[in-house]
């Protein structure tokens, strides 16, 4: 029975963040969304850069990996590493539950999740490959990265630095003092947005980027009666 309403409540949040839509302004689609979170999330960040820190890693089977390969994805992405006693597992845990809650509605095909691990030299192919099973991840739309062979061992915690997020050594072991945050790429590289800490509303996340899509077909359409219009007077 707990099953059942696990999964029912997980539908009916895809349902939810599928149908609605926040008012989103003509020349500047995330305008008013992102001042409505604001109102709703008070762990929700508004970045609005022209565009996300973009990376070339791999994949668990060697795979070269950039951000580019998504841009017509929202990409939400996060930085962990494996042996992360506390806050890394919880963080991947309401990671897969977004992902869970986004892959039982529509937008399963529009959206990427990427865990990037700042711990490559132990974070091994077989150890990225178990991660995502003990977590609960689906691969259908979800990668863990990690650098590739020609990079040092520190450049994923140097690209979380420009994320803005910070992984620092402790002086008598190999764990890592960091925070907790939730990144979000809009559809063509914009970096739209962070969630901070663990705090956040999952539906909220998931309304966020269901407008960001949103805005993007809304976008796409405008642009097509436009080209359309101004084609018959050519």
Known sequence: MQLIVCLTRRA???????TISFPASADHPGENLDARMFEMEPYFQALDAAQAPDFELQDAEGNPVRLADFSDKVVILHFIYANCPDICPLHAEKFAAVQAS??????????????ITTDPVNDT????REYGDRHGFDPTNWVMLTKRPDQA???TRLLARDYGLE???TADSDMMMHGAVT??????????????GMEFKNVN???????????AQHRRR?????????????
């Open 153 to 155: 061992d520190d450049a």
């Open 12 to 18: 009916a949040l895809a349902t939810f963040a599928a």
């Open 167 to 169: 992984f620092t050594m």
């Open 125 to 128: 192919p077989d150890v990225l």
């Open 102 to 115: 986004v892959n039982d509605g529509p937008m399963r095909d529009l959206v990427q999740f990427i865990s």
């Open 222 to 234: 405008e642009r097509g009666w436009w080209d359309r219009l101004t084609g018959a007077f050519q």
């Open 205 to 215: 996340l998931i309304l966020y980027v269901s407008e960001l899509i949103n805005n």
């Open 183 to 196: 990144h979000v790429v809009d559809i063509g590289g914009r970096f739209a947005a962070k969630f901070h």
